[in-house]
């Protein structure tokens, strides 16, 4: 059987508060029955893996450079791309759904190509945006690791 990925993006420089959302974010998508993929490197994705590998679920770390080895240690799987930055839209493809846990302005290119490709986003304690014209992004808000998690998958069977 396949396993389901739900991304989650993030800055690879995280607060405290922002580790122990994407933590949570990560060992909540596992008890839902869903792996992770991130970009794999510290910070929010960082935090993610070691959520979901705490919970017994599989990690995918889709890595700018060419070595595996940049990967954090919670990967389960480590693909180095040599894409650099392009790596985003790997990122955001892979899941069923993109949950953006604070972030800079990569996470922000990550939503934007998420939203490009018709992924369901939710930002926990992230990105707030809107269109030139004032016309708000359909990126849904959440106030907890749960909420975001719940708002994710809705809908999904």
Same mark, same amino acid.
């Given at each position: 059987? $396949? ?13 405290? @508060? ?8 990560? $060992? +909540? ?8 993929? *991130?970009? %794999? ?5 960082? &935090?993610? *893996? ?15 450079? =060419?070595?595996?080895? @940049? ?14 930055? !392009? $790596? ?11 949950? !953006? #846990? /604070?972030?800079?302005? %990569?996470?922000?290119? =990550?939503?934007?190509?998420?939203? +490009?490709?018709?992924? +369901? #986003? ?6 707030? !945006? ?5 016309? +708000?992004?359909?990126?849904? $808000? ?12 809705? /809908?999904? &069977?």
């Amino acid at each position: 059987m $396949r396993t389901r990925l739900i991304s989650v993006i993030g800055s690879s420089t995280a607060t405290p @508060e922002e580790a122990a959302l994407a933590e949570d974010v990560g $060992r +909540r998508v596992v008890e839902a029955g869903f792996g992770v993929v *991130c970009g %794999g490197r510290g910070g929010v994705m960082e &935090a993610a *893996c070691r959520g979901a590998q705490m919970a017994g679920g599989v990690t995918v770390g889709v890595l700018p450079g =060419e070595s595996p080895e @940049e990967g954090n240690s919670y990967l389960s799987i480590a693909l180095p791309t040599g894409m650099g930055e !392009a $790596r985003n839209v790997v990122v955001v493809r892979a899941g069923e759904a993109v949950i !953006a #846990v /604070g972030g800079g302005l %990569g996470t922000l290119s =990550e939503i934007a190509h998420a939203l +490009r490709l018709g992924r +369901r #986003v939710v930002a926990l304690a992230s990105w707030e !945006a809107s269109l030139p014209d004032g016309t +708000r992004l359909p990126v849904r $808000r959440a106030a907890t690791a749960a909420e975001a998690v719940t708002a994710a998958l809705e /809908g999904m &069977a």
